[in-house]
């Protein structure tokens, strides 16, 4: 197994319960997207969570571009080149636009690629966050929320971005807006790890999708096989 992005035999879980995240192992090709799908309930946030440093792993590996990021912080995998997205609690509400974006790059001067001409290349994908540059993020809608979210994650230069549920309340328009704002984020040459509940608007974007269910990965393939497959039969199995 070998990808940008690898986890081997990953466990992992909250307190002293039983393992949420089961052995997981997968490799994410560089610059593809791959999206997580499942019942509630599967350890798909949990697995996202695991990668990221905020669920310390039980066991197995977490590398990327070779590097080993089990043990690091969150804040060292950030700097090592993974950037997270939360479903909630994403931006500063009672901070302003402009300065979400400030705190975004506060903390990353020691990472490459991170800088004036990251911020310009960013922000022309967002055209609409310029005309909201002093209002504060609690007063955009939803939509524009995400979009400041995926904007302060790519201004740290990120190698991975990890996407938890990025479409989660949101109208259809603005779920429509969200996925080609995951495609233009693949053109830059990041790879995308996509934990979706709108398993329609994954597959139609992903490159590779990935079902997992009870903590475990039962199901892995290209959007076409994934679509074919009985999804639900897939989301009700039981894994021992």
Not at 105 to 122: H, I, K, S, Y
Not at 137 to 149: D, E, K, W
Not at 169 to 191: C, D, H, K, N, Y
Not at 201 to 214: M, S
Request: hydrophobic fraction near 50%.
């Amino acid at each position: 197994m070998s990808g940008l992005l690898e986890a081997t035999d990953l466990r992992s879980g909250y307190g002293r319960a039983d393992d949420t995240v089961r052995g997981i192992s997968l490799a994410l090709a560089p610059g593809s997207i791959t999206a997580v799908i499942g019942p509630n309930g599967s350890g798909k946030s949990s697995f996202i969570k695991t990668l990221a440093g905020l669920l310390p792993a039980r066991a197995g590996r977490i590398r990327l571009a070779g590097q080993d990021l089990t043990t690091l912080s969150p804040a060292r995998r950030c700097l090592a080149g993974i950037a997270y997205v939360p479903q909630e609690g994403n931006v500063f509400r009672g901070m302003t636009v402009r300065e979400n974006l400030a705190l975004a790059t506060e903390f990353l001067r020691g990472r490459a690629g991170v800088g004036p001409e990251r911020e310009g290349t960013v922000l022309a994908m967002f055209p609409d966050l310029g005309q909201a540059w002093a209002k504060l993020a609690g007063n955009l809608s939803g939509g524009q929320r995400q979009m400041l979210a995926f904007a302060c994650a790519l201004l740290a230069a990120p190698d991975m971005l990890l996407l938890d549920e990025p479409s989660a309340g949101l109208s259809p328009r603005f779920v429509a807006e969200v996925m080609a704002t995951v495609q233009r984020v693949r053109q830059l040459g990041i790879t995308v790890l996509l934990v979706e509940q709108n398993v329609r608007a994954a597959l139609g974007i992903a490159d590779r999708v990935v079902v997992l269910v009870g903590g475990r990965l039962v199901a892995e393939g290209p959007p076409a096989e994934i679509a074919a497959a009985d999804l639900g039969a897939l989301f009700l199995s039981r894994v021992a």
